[in-house]
């Protein structure tokens, strides 16, 4: 006989060398507290249907839907697109649409997006040599890097003279629709980037940097946990103790809404005067800084997935340029983009324009503990913000709202995770509206990733059209 096993001497899996992996976080977020999250098994009936789409679509149940979940009705339409671009019928073959999501991901060195869309490259056959590094890639996809870069940290140089330079490179040319699919994708996992970031995705167990072999620490919690500002305190933004400076905060953001409301009724701005108020925001936005100091994750190597490393989000004043400011009229989604995509993408420009509307138009009408609040107003401040950020200006819309409504430790957070969101930290999500219900700043996540991705499009869109006329 090979010997008894005597009680206690150890588990089976141990005594055979098998080693089982152990999830390094705690839930689909490093930032939201596991118990504050859907847990799978206990969805209602309607959530389940969306799981279901999801593990259908994706062939898992990933932490990106079950963070987005806090808001079905913007999951459904989200993964309704999602799976148009990378797997209905579309100019670019499969594993060219995977390998466009692993270079914009890496853009942010966003190594959670990158390893989902290396399975995905490789599932569909894609080229393992390409994964080396671009310069393995084909041409083709090479000449695609600028783009990717540009939208990526300054769309706003974007010229119809980049345009002409993809769609005229002889044998590497691409074709217009080719083009407007690729673009859609760049701007789709930028934004999805941000979302990553600002919600504190984890990754899951299978992936890289998801779980550990070793036992459970004393502490329970890695280094990695410490350089992403987690520190093990399960504390709840609504809780005592993380509410005690901000008691009133939820009140005095209402009234400032309830006062604006007043101003506006009696009186209106000049465009004079909104056309000034809007360069005064814009050149304070630049004075936001996204917090370069913060100690923000080690990113794997994600680089190789890209060219010129250093190239990075600058704002659009600095060093003496003068970018001119992009008027929404001139220039819109409804009047123009839309019916540019849906031209040369069938159906991609109504899935975006409903996705696009179901962010921007989302509300419980509720603000942390209050119920029946008309929100448009912050939403639209939030919105526009992030356009002004881009240099796009409402005429209709007094910039001078976005001072009253959005605070500094706001502003500081939404510019993190709009143009650099590799350096959004735990401190970061805290440090904002602290009373507020962690599904409301997953929602404002949504708006940072709609209003980003239509920045991104904007500037694309109309240097195609620029090029087409």
Known sequence: PLGERRAGSGRPEEELGIRIPRPLGHGPSRFIPEKETVEVGREDAAMHALFADAFATLGRLDNVTLVMVFHPQY?????????????????????????????????????????????????????????????????????????????????????KEHIEQLLKTEENSWSLAELIHAVVLLTHYHSLASFTFGCGISPEIDCEGGHTFRPPSVSNYCICDISNGYHGGDEHPGSPAASLP????????????????????????????????????KRESMLVCSSEDEESAPARDVSRHFEDTSYGYKDFSRHGMHVPTFRAQDYSWEDHGYSLVNRLYPDVGQLLDEKFHIAYNLTYNTMAMHKDVDTSMLRRAIWNYIHCMFGIRYDDYDYGEINQLLDRSFKVYIKTVVCTPEKT???????????????????????????RMQAELLYALRAITRYMT
């Open 246 to 281: 901000s008691l009133c905060e939820v009140e005095a953001l209402m009234e400032k809404m309830k006062q604006l409301q007043e101003c506006r009724d009696e009186e209106e701005a000049s465009q004079e005067e909104m056309a000034t108020r809007f360069e005064r925001e």
């Open 425 to 451: 930290t735990k401190r970061m999500y805290d440090s904002f509206w602290r009373q507020f219900e962690h599904s409301e700043k997953v929602h404002v996540n949504l708006l940072l990733v709609e209003a």
């Open 75 to 159: 999951l459904e339409s989200f993964l309704k697109t999602q799976h148009y671009l990378l797997q209905m019928d579309g100019p670019l073959p499969l594993h060219y649409r995977h390998y466009i999501g692993i270079m914009a991901a890496a853009r942010h060195q966003c190594s959670y997006l990158v390893n989902l869309h290396v399975n995905d490259f490789l599932h569909v056959g894609g080229d393992p040599k390409w994964l080396n590094g671009l310069e393995n890639a084909p041409q083709k996809l090479q000449n695609l890097g600028e783009l990717n870069k540009m939208l990526a940290h300054r769309p706003w140089l974007i010229t």
